[in-house]
C-alpha cells in the first residue's frame, strides 16, 4: 500500500487524477480502492478546487455533471470535514440540514413500502402506489430548498469566483427535479400490473430516492462546509431575510437567526416599514391587516394562478393547521394523492372559467365543517388564484330564536 498523502498540492493532483480515471470508464469500485489506498481524507474545499479546475481546464460542465453521481459515490465517507464551523439554530445552513433530515425520513419510508410491494408484502398494489406517491409528494417539497440554493446561496459563492460547483449542482437539481416528476408520474397510473410497476421502480423510482439522498450528502459533506467558509455573517443574513420568499421544505423554522449585532429583520418588518397596504375602499396597515385576517372566523388559505399555496390566516382555533413549509407548494402535494384529482379538477373549472365556487362540508368530531373553494379573478376576468375558506359552523347550526340584546358568551 503506498504511503498515505498529506500534502495538499499532492492530494489534489491525485484526486484529480481519480476523476479524471471515472471520466475515462473506469469502475467507480476500483477508483475508491485507490483512493482508500492513497488518501487517509481530502478537505472538503480541496474536493471544490479540483472541480473548479478541472472545468476551467477545459471538461466542459456537462461531463462534470455526468461524473458528479461517480466521485461523489468515490469520496464518501472520506471528506474531512473537521475544519466546518458549527451553525446556530436558525441559521440557513441549520435550516437546510433539518431539512435534509426531513427529507431521509420521507426517502426511508418510501424504500421500505417499496420493499413491502416488492416482498408482495402489500397485496393492494394500488393503495401501495397511492402512499407511495404520497412520500414523492412530500419529496417535491425539495424545490424550495433547491430554489433557496439556487438563487440565495450561489450568487454569492459566484461572487468568490467559485462557478463551476454551483453550476453542476444546479444541473443536478433539474435532474433530480424530472425524476421525481416522472415517478409522479408512474405513481399515478391506474390498472398496473405488479411487474410492470417493480420494473419502472427499478428504472425511475428507485434512482430518484438515491438522487435526492446522495445530495443531501454532496450539501453536508461538500457545500455547506464551503460555503460557511466563504459566505459572511451579511451575506448569511441577506439570504436568511429572503429564504421566506421561497419557504421552507418539510420543516417550518421555530427561531429566527441574525448575526450579532444586527438588528433582526424579518419580511413583516421589512414589509411593516414601507407603509400602509392601499386598497380602492381604505388601507392598513400591516399589523392591522394582520390582525384582521387573523381574527375573522374562518380559515383562508391562497393559492396564486401558479398553484402554489402563498398565504394562510393564522386564527387560534384553526380547524386544518398549516404551518410554513407549505408556502410556495404546489397546491397538488397539500393534499392526500387519492384527492389530488378532485384538487386538479377544481383548479382547471376555475381556470376555464367553467366554475366559480366548489362547496364541500364534512362532520368532524363534533364539529361540522364547511369548506368552500372561490375562484378569484380580476376586473377583466382574468384568473389570480384560488381561496380556500373554512368554517366551523356547528354553533350556527345550534342557534334558535333571536339574540337582541348584548350579551357576551
Known sequence: ??????????????????????????????????????????????????????????????EVLKLCDAHSAVLRGNVDLSASAEVPEGHP????IKENQELRKVISDARDLLE??????????????????????SLFDV???????????FPFLENE????PPKVMWGKHDEIREQIRGSLEILGMKDVERDEFLASAEIVIKPALEAVEDMTLKEEEILFPMALEKLSEYQWHQVSQQSLEFGFCLYDPPVSWAPKGAKEQSLQDIQRAEGHVQLPTGSFSLDELLALLNSLPVDLTFVDKNDKVKY???SADRIFQRNRAILNRDVRHCHPPASSHIVDKIIDDFKSGRESSAPFWIQMGDKFIH????????????????????????????????QRILSYS
Do not use: C, W
Open 143 to 153: 424545490d424550495k430548498h433547491y430554489l433557496r440554493k439556487e438563487y440565495l446561496v
Open 1 to 62: 500500500m503506498s504511503e498515505l498523502i498529506d500534502n495538499s498540492n499532492a492530494r489534489k493532483k491525485k484526486l484529480k487524477e481519480l476523476i479524471l480515471k471515472l471520466h475515462k470508464g473506469e469502475s467507480q469500485e476500483k477508483v475508491r480502492k485507490e483512493l482508500m489506498e492513497s488518501l487517509s481524507s481530502i478537505p472538503y474545499g480541496e474536493v471544490v478546487e479540483v472541480e473548479q479546475e478541472l472545468i476551467n481546464e477545459g471538461l466542459p460542465e456537462s
Open 161 to 164: 469566483g467559485i462557478t463551476g
Open 116 to 137: 413491502k410491494i416488492e416482498a408482495g408484502i402489500e397485496s393492494d398494489l394500488s393503495a401501495a402506489m397511492t402512499a407511495l406517491r404520497g412520500h414523492f409528494n
Open 371 to 402: 369548506i368552500e373553494y372561490f375562484a378569484l379573478r380580476d376586473e377583466k376576468g382574468e384568473y389570480l388564484g384560488t381561496l380556500e375558506v373554512s368554517h366551523d359552523v356547528s354553533r350556527y347550526r345550534k342557534l334558535e330564536g333571536e
Open 93 to 96: 445552513v441549520d435550516i437546510m
Open 312 to 314: 394562510f390566516s393564522q
